[in-house]
């Protein structure tokens, strides 16, 4: 019998947070990587570690023991410790496909300062893998990658080639049982062959060569004696041969011909679980992750580098923002199956990034504003398209004759004359500690004048905040003269024009650009109205939206609505769940709650530019679920309210459901019919899309749900719903065709609430994930639950969709002053869909993608290099270059943008 080679590759796979806070298990990894680094420098044998493939757990020892530094970078630079090139090993389908990217880049350069990255794109312990992830480690210059989880049964090998759709490929190294499959090996050598011959036997038909070892596991300290061991071990015997390696060491003799190759995602749970419930718990946490990836990639980083100038480039902040949200992006934070502190500090990280982003992208639309050359509202576009649709904000004087405006609030003036006594007006003074005065109003000067009858002061107010006000020096020119004469009658006159708030139609906004406010006219006004006896449009009590191009009834019997005809949509549905933060399951005895006590239909606004009604439907639902009998008990009554919205010239219909969580164990779906049967759908993913079908592959230990992840947005038979970052869909209510099995409706989660990290026994996954740990915060009971999507029928551009839920059109004030035209664009860009518009070393960096099947040209306003995901150029182009399809591009402009 030939003998076999054994890789032992000694390893940690270290969660910076999980079923423990990071703070208590930094204490552990301190104790670790002491040990580590003290048995790497004195035992030769013991001649390799891989530290997880992440750089965040050095930072995290290197924050305590700043000392080690030296001996850490070292060791990585020998080789024998092997670090990087991720940051954190982060989930794939919960975070955007840009976060991943920031990922790799810190991680490389991380590593770089201690000698240089691990040259694998590793990925032990993922809940499955993106269909592009190929094609971003190949941009990495990886050619080999490590995964476990999400295989499918069609590999029977130890490798195979990973391609992604667009061709690209990785050579992956398939862990058939584990990143652990060697952890805490026997202490003698007997035990070691026994052990290794056993597991040998296991897994002999995967094998291709030689037998990859993963000498370690969660949170564990490497083996001492394993340099002994492994030596005792080898002389023993001759079937086996023992070495200790790296993993990349491993690779490079790793075999490359007759490999299969597999195309596209990795999301099976034939083998291991995939985990697929952690989509759809803690909302909360998806939502806040959403809210902090826009404001970064679509407002503080593109604004700062189209109206900013490169000196003013607010680079550490922006690092500050991304590393919370990168930190944020591994597995068991983002995934939220993880206990309440470790949840509550994954909040407050994404809560702190999106106060920097908004705070960066607001400054960045003061210098815009700035920099126009005549005063008003003006109206910017975040997208590479040129867009129309509606802004909300507040103008001042009367209003334009025959403007299409939709009047929500108007003043006629500030009270116009208060007349005070001096010492009235000291107090005030003192109170006054900026040039606000209301949310919309600002002071934009002051003048002072005096005659025998008292001190007369004239306050001109505008809507927005004017740069330069001398307020101190004004404070203090009338303070002394109240002092001069504290017996004089103080007359104050506020000066400002009317205002109104309005909501208006807007048109042809170029593309990464603004445009000077002027209201459209509407072809097609949208209106709203209470349906009564004599309307036809439907019945009585119900209600209507309609602009001439969609319309939508609601239904007073249940609170659902249909767009032209197409009836049944947004049925909310209650039902339990006994599962935990990885898995849903249904109790033995569920319950199912879908049609509601009591139905209420109010007017929000009545048009022409924007209508919308309000449906208030009150439910009975369960109060919780016993685990011991599996079955949902109590009573509590909760209002469930559903918002309409629809807009003049638009075809899309705004959704946005909100509740307060009365109830524990349960799970919320919105479900809508589908215009056409069908057995796929085709939601958004990172830099593309992926189409699948009716069902998920699985085994016993968990069965395979087909509960899938959208970013972005989903299309299944005729409709498509467009989102805020991640949200879980299953096509329902199958019936057979000639084609075969085919769904009729989509259902889409609002909630998931459970109260365990971890259970056994559950309906579709019996054996625990993880510690059978209560975690309160799980069941979000008391919390705000809310959800915006937009629904349309047809033939729809996703993409483009997608774009109005997550980055809507937005409105500045301007005082006028500067050089800026009316309407212009900062920089052209058009035939792909935007992932990163930002300043990188001092040039204009875009990155972009095309979701599509056919090549696509992509038209930019400048010159420069193609680069690969480090930075290093590729190819020259001037002002176009070719995308193929479903390709990812980083494009690095040669010069400064005309500002």
Known sequence: MATRHIAVVPHTHWDREWYESFEVFRLKLVDTLDALVELLESDPSYGWFLMDGQMAALDDYLEVRPESAARIRALA?????????????????????????????????????????????????????????????????????????????????????????????????????????AATLPEDAAGLVQRT????????????????????????????????????????????TFSITSLPRYLEDAPLDGLATWRGELRSGYRANMLMGVTSNRVDVKRAAAEAEVALERRAEPYAALFGSPESWPGRLLDLAWL?????????????????????AVLERFAQSRRIACGLADRALVGLAESMASPGPVVVNASPRARSGIVELIVSGAPLDGASEQVLSSRASLPGTLTLDASSVASVLGLLQGSRITDDAWIHGVEVEEDDGGIDVTVAVGTEELPGIALDALKENLAARLAARPDAVVRIHLDQPPVRQVVARVVDVPGLGWSSYSPAPLAHPVGARILGPRDDAGPIGGAVLANGLVEVVVDPSDGTFSIDGHGGLGRLVDGGDLGDSYNYSPPREDVIVDKPEAVRISLAEEGPVRAGVVVEADYRWPEAADAHTSTRLGEVLVTLCTKLELHAEERAVKVTTSFTNPSRD??????????????????????????????????????????????????????????????????????????????????????????????????????????????????????????????????????????????????????????????????????????????????????????????????????????????????????????????????????????
Not at 224 to 233: D, K, N, P
Request: glycine fraction near 12%; charge should be negative.
């Open 197 to 240: 011959a056993a597991y040998e036997r296991q897994v002999s038909d995967f094998l291709l060569g030689d037998l990859l070892f993963m000498n370690g596991s969660d949170h564990l300290a490497p083996q001492a004696h394993l340099g002994r061991l492994v030596a005792e071990a080898n002389a023993m015997q001759d079937d086996l």
């Open 666 to 899: 349960h799970r919320l779906r919105v479900h809508f019919p589908l215009p056409q049967r069908t057995a796929t759908s085709t939601a958004g993913s990172a830099f593309g899309a992926v189409t699948r079908g009716l069902h998920a592959e699985g085994r016993p230990d968990e069965v395979g749900l087909p509960t899938f992840p959208a970013r972005d947005f989903v299309t299944a038979g005729g409709l498509t719903i467009a989102h805020l970052g991640v949200q879980e869909h299953e096509l329902i209510d199958l019936e057979p065709s000639d084609e075969g099995e085919v769904a009729r409706a989509l259902a889409m989660t609002l909630l998931r609430s459970t109260g365990m990290l971890s259970r056994v026994g559950m309906a579709y996954r019996p054996v625990p994930a993880g510690p059978l740990t209560p975690v309160e915060g799980l069941q979000l009971v008391g919390k705000r639950i809310e959800t915006t999507y937009l629904l349309a029928l047809g033939d729809v551009d996703p993409w483009a969709l997608a774009e109005e839920a997550t980055v809507p059109l937005e409105s500045i004030s301007a005082l006028g002053g500067g050089t800026r035209p009316g309407r212009g664009c900062a920089l052209e860009l058009s035939g792909a869909q935007l992932s990163s518009l930002r300043l990188r070393d001092g040039l204009v960096e875009v990155r972009v993608f095309n979701p599509s099947d056919d090549p696509r040209t992509v038209t930019i306003g400048g010159s420069g290099w193609l680069v690969d995901l480090r930075g290093r150029p590729t190819a020259p182009f001037e002002g176009t270059f070719t995308l193929g399809p479903h390709k990812i591009a980083t494009a690095r402009l040669s010069g400064d943008l005309t500002r």
């Open 324 to 344: 919370d949200v990168i930190r944020n992006a591994a597995h068991d934070s983002i995934c939220a199956c993880s206990v309440d502190a470790v949840v509550d």
């Open 77 to 181: 630079a020998s080789g024998r410790l092997s670090v990087g090139p991720w940051y954190v090993l982060m989930d794939e389908f919960l975070v955007s496909g840009e976060t991943m990217i920031r990922n790799l880049q810190l991680g490389l350069d991380r590593a770089a300062e201690f000698g240089g990255a691990m040259e694998v794109g590793y990925l032990p312990d993922m809940f499955g893998h993106i269909a592009q992830m190929p094609q971003l480690l190949v941009s990495a210059g990886f050619a080999h990658s490590v995964v476990w989880r999400g295989v499918p049964s069609e590999i029977d090998r130890s490798a195979f080639w990973w391609e992604a759709p667009d061709g690209s490929r990785v050579r992956a190294e398939y862990l058939v049982t584990g990143y652990g499959n």
